[in-house]
């Protein structure tokens, strides 16, 4: 498979950023993991090879792989997340940034708490300004299960003030084996960062592990997604 862009997921050693980037790389990306320093950087390569030997990554600084990244992912707690854009705001300029922050606040991460901005994407575009493309994804979707050769049944939402860079994103999801949807301006990425917390609660009942949205009402999907998502090998 030939190599696309570059993706750099900034924060990777979680199972969010992990897990895109193993469905990532089988897609055909390149795959970069930055971190505070090398040290840690060098610390989730390891671990992301251990689990998947297959998924070739380079490690670097979170500033060198924000620079080295045609796509930049963000997988920080919310408490890190202006901090590490901060660090890395010029070289985002011209770029898609997608933002999976949740804004959880322990220990009452069940309930919805959202930050004075109205969401943590719309804080985001705030910060870095219109040089950079906010997107807004991933915030419902089991982190564990993209590790893992699945089929995901949960739908991905997707804001951001660019409809271009939306359908970019969109694209990428299908590609990691999820279906996306326009969710409109990053202003609505609240409803899906909210919804967490709602996912959170029902998860606690215990009639399901990795409760997720899913949208209906798609019959004539063939004709308006006719690449739909496929399932990836992960052998």
């Known amino acids: 498979m030939s190599t696309k862009e570059t993706v750099a997921i900034l924060g990777g050693t979680g199972d969010l950023g992990t897990g895109l980037a193993i469905r990532w790389s089988k897609a055909g990306y390149k795959i970069v993991i930055g971190s505070r320093t090398q040290e840690k950087a060098d610390e989730a390569v390891a671990a992301l090879k251990a689990l998947s030997p297959d998924t070739p990554a380079e490690a670097m600084e979170n500033g060198a792989a924000a620079k080295a990244g045609d796509i930049v992912v963000l997988t920080v707690p919310a408490a890190h997340q202006i901090s590490t854009l901060d660090a890395v705001k010029d070289d985002l300029k011209g770029k898609i940034l997608i933002d999976v922050t949740v804004p959880l ?36 979707i089991a982190a564990h299960l993209l590790q893992q050769d699945v089929q995901i049944e949960c739908d991905v939402l997707v804001a951001g003030n660019s409809k271009e860079a939306r359908a970019r994103i969109i694209e990428m999801i299908g590609e990691a084996g999820m279906n996306g949807w326009h969710a409109g301006p990053i202003a609505n990425a609240a409803a899906a960062e909210a919804l967490t917390s709602i996912l959170i609660q029902i998860n606690r009942s215990g009639i399901v592990s990795h409760s997720g949205i899913k949208i209906i009402g798609q019959e004539h999907l063939a004709r308006w997604i006719p690449n739909r998502p496929k399932r990836l090998t992960f052998a």
């Open 105 to 140: 606040v322990p220990p009452k991460v069940g309930t919805v708490q959202m930050p004075e901005e109205g969401s943590a994407g719309k804080r985001a575009q705030d910060f870095l300004g219109e040089d950079v493309h906010v997107v807004s994804a991933f915030q419902n």
